[in-house]
DNA sequence: GTCTATAAAGCGATAGAC
DNA sequence: GTCTATCGCTTTATAGAC
């Protein structure tokens, strides 16, 4: 529904995109396929995109960018305290990685590794992404008190254990790794007060 | 060489479609290319491996789980402190991503993400990995006196904090998000003293 | 075990009518 | 902007000679 109804024919095909390379990834995605899931014809796919995949998949790889900036801003700005807020993030990537049956990971995971080194402009979008959400995370450190240092560090490590652990619920299909994590991450960050 | 000399074209099959796996993931690794690269022909490709592609990635997965078990039982072995053997593989990892050009990252992870839900037998191999490498760790922990639970509990957040952590690195072309990574599971480890 | 040839289907991309 | 047809190529997989 929310790819079909109420959006232009050009936001279909870019939302269409992205939940197509969060669930399998760049290279097993069609543009057949894109088009079909858009409910768009090949010809208005590379009417948007006369680029062509790369272009399409840097598109969705930007869209799956703001989403989960949405996602975290929304949770940074509803708890107060820092880690409480990264524990209920986890919290809330366990529950929705459940929800979709175990298929909806990070958005931009599986492109981003099977593009690093290969295919640069779809790298360099990535690479933006992972660099705002740590953006995110470093300046709600900062405000809560955190040193400069500790709070570039921490971002760091926030970011990509929240990855790693969704990578590893997705695969266990289990709640379980973004559980933990996000009790270690509390008790870390807790530990530079 | 490693996968042209001195191998069987059993292995040397299986050490293309590893490495290639690893680079560019499942989908975009063609069965002419692995072929190609193991100097092997497409006929004795389906004589080793008659389940076709799927059974082949099963054996690169496998092949891949033996691989990186190895250098992290050889760090946990060498390094008798359990805080600063898990900082070492964090090296170690970042020295081996540098080395490759920013190209080797986890051998299963793209291929992990790319198949999960989808492909039960891959993602089968993916989850049997991830669990023999939580238990080198745990091992470790527990023969250096952690209680159980703690030492559960670590196992996951240390493996999985290096997966997200390698997945950056080579995304970013940094050192840096393994380096952070080592510190601070290290001081994570630290703190349940 | 190795090799070549080939089938059947799908791919990304383009052209051109409407 | 939308749609269909098609080109050229590649894919997985099989057949069968050697």
């Known amino acids: 529904m929310s ?9 279909r095909i870019v939302r269409a995109t992205s939940r197509l390379m969060q669930q399998q990834g ?22 948007f995109f006369p680029g062509g ?15 989960f900036a949405e996602l975290l801003r929304d949770v940074l700005e509803r708890v107060d305290d820092p880690a409480a807020a990264i524990a209920g993030c986890a919290r809330d990537l366990a529950a929705g990685l459940r929800e979709s049956g175990w ?22 979008a990535a690479e933006q992404a992972f660099q705002n959400w740590r953006a995110l995370v470093h300046d709600k450190l900062r405000r809560s008190g ?12 926030v ?3 929240l990855e790693g652990a969704e990578m590893s619920a997705q695969v266990s299909q289990s ?3 973004l559980e933990i994590a996000g009790r270690h991450l509390a008790r870390l960050i807790d530990s530079y007060r």
Chains 1, 2 share one sequence.
């Open 53 to 67: 995949k790369t272009e399409l998949a840097v598109e969705a790889i930007r869209h799956g960018d703001r989403e």
């Open 175 to 177: 709640e379980a790794p």
């Open 146 to 157: 955190f040193p400069e240092d500790v709070a570039h560090d921490l971002a760091h490590t």
């Open 3 to 11: 790819t079909t109804q109420e959006y232009g024919t050009r936001e």
């Open 26 to 47: 760049f290279a097993a995605t069609g543009l057949k396929q894109i088009s079909r899931e858009a409910q768009a014809t090949l010809g208005s796919v590379y009417h």
């Open 103 to 124: 298929l909806d990971g990070c958005p931009i995971t599986t492109t981003a590794l099977e593009s690093a080194g290969r295919v640069p402009d779809i790298q360099r």
């Open 159 to 161: 970011i990509n254990t």
